[in-house]
């Protein structure tokens, strides 16, 4: 009994530490908050981008629900209808797209200089993880999207993906090897990519996935605002700066110009023209696949290791990466930030020579074994 | 019955040989680096041959009339509208004539010398002939080399642009203003 009592005495411990509540006063989430100054404080940016960004994402998709028709027969003209004779339409679509790439990015950049300067470190545990749950709930954002205009890069993407899941299988034990071919059935709905696949996707794109990440952004925010801004280099800042007004009125100044870019390119440069025009025509089941068709450029990351290397490495590397995100503030607990800079830059370096150079690595790759 | 079959093979076989051309096809592949395919030119992005909407095979009994006078259409200037070709293909019949597309098949680098320089039919700031370069469709403003889309439409938008900047810059001016105001209210209350 006593045991069971010492377990949740630490458990609520714990707790209390991580979401320090009695910290929860104007005074201390605003008025008396500082922000460090240091060479890393532009870092202290990215994550109230991702959030402008997201904001875009919300405002922009309640516009396009307006519109959008769900089904297989209407969706891709409804999304041209959208573009092409709802006045506005092409914008509002445009800075959904560009915005959500923009999401990403600043995502990304948010976790890998979170995890340069430590930012995990106990007593922010839970920042990190529900940080982590964000990246995730972003890029299942990503995916689900992808699907819905019902063209034939995101139908035909749509596909390969699912039998990616499906051939995990193969490199699982006994009864194991059927669970990827289960999750494949429920998330497609039906023998082959269709109807049940869409309303699924919009379902999880438009009600599910917003949820979960309004908790998840609840969570990350109010912790970020118990514990402030974490101390981001070695030596203590000699320098700090009040969180209000100063720290927020730069945050808001660069909001506004960020806003300004976005809007202008969504505004003068379609996202689809970096891509090939037959990958816009409605899905045709019965008609030839273009050439060309990959998922958007932030799984690129994983969707040219995918093609190159054996599927069991890419999948192994996937399942080890995911479960270590999320054990990121245990397994890195006595780690210096040195040591974090430079793991963060292979990160980076890595995402970006994948992201740019993926294809080029890909055809040398293909060339040499062919 | 069986007789009919035949004659439609018959005539899938004489028109795809008549009406695809995919040597144009492959130039616009080859010099823009851009995946492209018959939609560019044809109203199915399969070609003419099948029975999909825009394909011979779905044709009616007027667009069949239609189709024999596009394919009269030796000379340039017949006016003959054909119902398997998009904007974009009847345009070039209309300026080149049947007689020299067939001419030029096999060297598709002079369909580029021999079209407008000026037509754009999508209104997107870039001429045909360059989209058929480029690789993007002709008949969509919304594809373009991104560089050129980008660079005509920031001309074409230029004042809505100017406007949005001056709204950013009056509302951050403005918040600026409020929250410096907030700030100092608390310190006093304080």
Known sequence: MSERKSKLWRTIKFFSERIPLHKMSFESMVSKKEVPVHHMSWAYYMGGLTLLFFSIQMITGIFLLFYYQPTVSDAHASVEYITFFVKSGFLVRNLHTWSSSCMILCLMIHMITAFAMKSFARPREL????????????????????????????????????????????????????????????????????????????????VVLPLLFFGALGLHLLSVQLHGMSQGIDKLAKKSEKFFPFFILKDFWLWGLVFLVVFILSLCLPFESFYSYPLFEAYDALGSTPDGIKPEWYFYFLYYPLEILPFWVVMLGMGISSIGLFMVPWIFKNTSRKVLSIIAWIIAAYLIIMTFFGQLIYEIFKGSHS | MKALFILGILVFMYCSSVFAHPEF??????????????????????????????????????????????????????????????????????????????????????????????????????????????????????????????????????????????????????????????????????
Not at chain 1, 159 to 182: C, D, M, N
Not at chain 2, 122 to 130: P, Q, R
Not at chain 2, 145 to 166: A, D, E, R, T, V
Request: hydrophobic share 40%; net charge neutral.
């Open chain 1, 127 to 206: 920042t990190w993880i529900s940080g982590s749950l964000l990246l995730i709930l972003t890029f299942s954002f990503g995916f689900t999207g992808y699907l819905l205009p019902w063209h034939q890069i995101a139908v035909n993407a749509t596909k390969v993906v699912l039998q990616s899941i499906e051939e995990a299988g193969r490199y699982l034990p006994g009864a194991l090897s059927t669970l990827p071919t289960y999750i494949k059935e429920i998330i497609q709905g039906e023998a082959s990519v269709g109807q049940a696949t869409l309303s699924r996707f919009y379902a999880l794109h438009v």
């Open chain 2, 25 to 190: 096809q492959r130039y616009s592949k080859e010099v823009s680096g851009r995946s492209i395919n018959c939609a560019m030119c044809h109203m199915h992005s399969d070609g003419p041959v099948g029975l999909k909407p825009g394909q011979i095979g779905s044709l009616n009994q007027d667009e069949l009339n239609a189709l024999g006078l596009a394919r009269q259409a030796f000379k340039p200037g017949s006016g003959a509208k054909s119902p398997i070709l998009n904007e974009f293909g009847n345009v070039i019949v209309e300026q080149l004539g049947k007689e020299k597309i067939l001419m030029i098949k096999q060297r598709p680098e002079l369909l580029v010398e021999s079209l407008s320089k000026t037509s754009d039919l999508d209104s997107d700031g870039i001429t045909d002939v360059e989209e058929f370069k480029d690789g993007t469709h002709p008949l969509n403003s919304l594809d373009g080399h991104p560089w050129k889309l980008f660079k005509n439409n920031l001309l074409k938008n230029w004042f809505h642009i100017l406007m949005l900047g001056l709204a950013t810059g009056c509302g951050l001016y403005g918040l600026y203003n409020a929250l410096l105001w907030l700030a100092m209210k608390a310190r006093r209350e304080e």
